[in-house]
């Protein structure tokens, strides 16, 4: 289908290890999330894209998440030296226009061991 | 960013009307109240938003309290596949759109 493709869905690594995933959003939308949903929790907010140009990282945890979006379309979060709290499904969002309706992928599960 | 109250869960019997309240006391003038559904292992899924007037689409209709202050999700017959956690938002017309889920509301339906 057309929808926020994330991959991959799965993931696991070792402590210290980097990662990164990835998120293809809806073609032709301008706006961009990541949000981090640990287990049982609500998806909490890491970072936002307009384009290309990352607009607010308010979210991100530390130093060691790295978010980009150089064409405007595909995403990739990037968490060096992970840590055991990392362990949590990583959510994509993508939305047409400000104000419009966010479209979630089915995020990627990260587990750290 | 306006802060919302949700209860922890709820429960209805299938085939019958749900009403899940939302409490957004510090709402600003200019913020919309998004509804999201969340179901197991799936990301979130988007059901209503609304500003001021009540708002129906094909999931679900949106009761917005004449203050503000609150509103209602309305799932006019429950069926066994809305079962999901529902959350509440309130996004600023100003910023940068993030949604703040919070705990939301564990939706049980009973057949």
């Known amino acids: 289908g057309a929808g926020v493709s994330q991959s991959p869905r799965y993931k696991v690594a070792k402590r210290g290890q980097d990662v990164a995933l990835r998120c293809d959003p809806i073609s032709g939308h301008v706006s961009l999330f990541w949000y981090q949903q640990a287990l049982g929790q609500g998806p909490e907010f890491l970072t936002y894209f307009q384009n290309e140009a990352q607009l607010d990282k308010s979210g991100l945890p530390s130093d060691r998440f790295f978010a980009e979006r150089p064409e405007g379309s595909v995403s990739t979060l990037k968490i060096q030296r992970t840590q055991q709290e990392d362990s949590a499904v990583y959510l994509c969002?993508?939305?047409?226009?400000?104000?419009?309706?966010?479209?979630f992928g089915d995020g990627t599960r990260l587990s750290i061991l | 960013d306006a802060k919302t109250t949700q209860p922890n869960s709820m429960e209805s019997n299938e085939e019958e009307p749900v009403h899940l309240p939302c409490n957004h006391s510090?709402?600003?003038?200019?913020?919309?109240i998004h509804w999201y559904r969340q179901l197991p292992s799936q990301g979130p899924e988007y059901v209503i938003h609304g500003l001021t007037s009540n708002v129906n689409n094909r999931m679900a209709s949106l009761a917005i309290a004449e203050d503000r202050k609150s509103s209602t999700l309305i799932l006019h017959r429950a069926t066994l596949r809305d079962a999901a956690v529902y959350y509440c938002?309130?996004?600023?017309?100003?910023?940068?759109?993030?949604?703040?889920f919070g705990t939301g509301t564990r939706l049980t339906i009973i057949p």
């Open positions: 510090t709402i600003s003038g200019t913020d919309y």
């Open positions: 938002n309130i996004i600023s017309n100003f910023g940068n759109e993030k949604l703040t």
């Open positions: 969002a993508s939305s047409l226009i400000q104000n419009q309706p966010q479209h």
